[in-house]
């Protein structure tokens, strides 16, 4: 069993690095292809999430109620979770 010199061990993290960020370009893409099909309302709904509003804020902005948009968010993010695990 050899011993791995620390340039192997960089090597590899460096390796596993450029996986993990090509990975997350990737599910990056396909979250940005999912918004692109959303309806308009939607698509706004989830960007405001994404820019970690609350609710309360997101109810304010697009004149629905808290339930209203607690709702759609939840449905949202299920269509999404099918969608990535289809892929």
Do not use: C, P, W
């Not at 620390?6 to 997350?24: I, N, P, W």
């Not at 692109?36 to 698509?43: F, K, S, T």
């Not at 607690?70 to 999404?80: E, S």
Request: charged share 35%; hydrophobic share 40%; no cysteine.
């Amino acid at each position: 069993f050899k011993q791995k010199t620390a340039y192997e061990f960089a090597l590899v993290r460096g390796l596993g690095d450029v996986y993990k960020r090509q990975e997350k370009e990737e599910q990056l893409a396909q979250l940005y292809a999912f918004l692109d099909e959303l309806r308009e309302l939607d698509r706004a709904l989830m960007l405001l999430y994404l820019d970690q509003k609350s609710h309360k804020e997101m109810a304010a902005i697009m004149g629905l109620s808290e339930s209203h948009v607690g709702t759609k968010i939840n449905r949202i993010k299920t269509a999404l979770r099918k969608k990535f695990n289809q892929k």
